[in-house]
DNA sequence: AAAAATCGGAAACATTTGGTTGACTTTCAC
DNA sequence: GTGAAAGTCAACCAAATGTTTCCGATTTTT
């Protein structure tokens, strides 16, 4: 949040005048509040919020402030390292963070970044080397893309399909075969959420 | 790392200033926070705190200082709507903004963002609904993929191959056939340098 | 003990932010 | 159409804030 002071009281009072009026203010209005005479101030500060990304406006329309939906919101989750088909996560020497917007956050829990090695996924269009943000959590919906661990051994990214007793782990990919496994064997450690990718 | 004693208080001051206020303090009230006269101290720690990773700062502006834990390099760009094989973007009535990590920032130059429409860059593992971060610039490289106004009337992302005096727009998806137009039908509008999916 | 790094003070300087005034434009209800 | 309400914008200024330099004291390392 890099906002001033002056910047950060302008966008909570807007905040809290949309919450209780149902519509935004008006530059003047929001001027009356700060006891500031001059529109052109207030226009100033709200071109500053909108390039930081707080909120929007219309051009020339009356009260047509908005409020970002996803209000500049980000993340910096741990990075933990890489994950591949049948090997275990490398542990990366320094633990870094990536900063992720919050519309590619998990919505409930924690979340990491893994960054992907093969082309295991393919097929749900999931590439060597793009970074996946993996919701925490130990169980998952039949046919969702999972990090799994294997006899406490191997991590991998798989999609999961539970059969019985057992469990499937199908790569997306036809020229590798599913693992089917007993369930005790499979431990599930998180499921994909988003997809990140840069070209170059 | 290896702070010093003065270098871990300031840190700390920060953190806590930055929970309580939501905005980062200015270099005075730290200053002031430690009984210190001298705004060059700060400064320095400041510094070393920066070139040790734990806090950036924005060059000249005001109350600029964020975390590193935080939202490191995030910038929120435009996001302008849809763009689909053979479409017109469709204006967005406001255009929101959407924070986009560093890293999946275009290097340099402006970039905004569309939502694709369709599967015409399924093989390039672009799938419907996924979002692109786009360079604005006029000029690719042979097959990179493209944002490109045809005729100044239709939008649509391909890949770009330029053929002699004509340009080849070829769509990734085997069903799809590659238009091939004069060059000077053709208006590159920016290229995609990065891929955002949110899955359900 | 010497050298290097760190810390603190004071002042000058540069840039950004916040604000004023006033003219202009757009939107919208009548 | 017309006019009020609301938004846009330029020129200009003041205040706040960040940057830098010069200097000396203190602490840490070698």
Redesign the pocket.
Known sequence: MKL????KEVLDFITRFIEDNGYSP???EIAAH?G??????I????D?LETRGYLH?D??????IQLASYGAGVEAIPLYGYVAAGRPIEAIASPETMPIPEPFLPKGGKGYVLQVRGDSMIEEHIRDGDYVVIESRETARPGETVVALVDNENVTLKKFYPEGGRVRLQPANETLEPMILDAGRVRIQGVVVSVLRRYH
């Open positions: 001033t002071r002056r910047q008006s530059m003047e700060f500031i005479a001059s529109l052109n101030a226009f100033k500060h709200l500053a406006r051009a020339n329309r009356a009260r047509s």
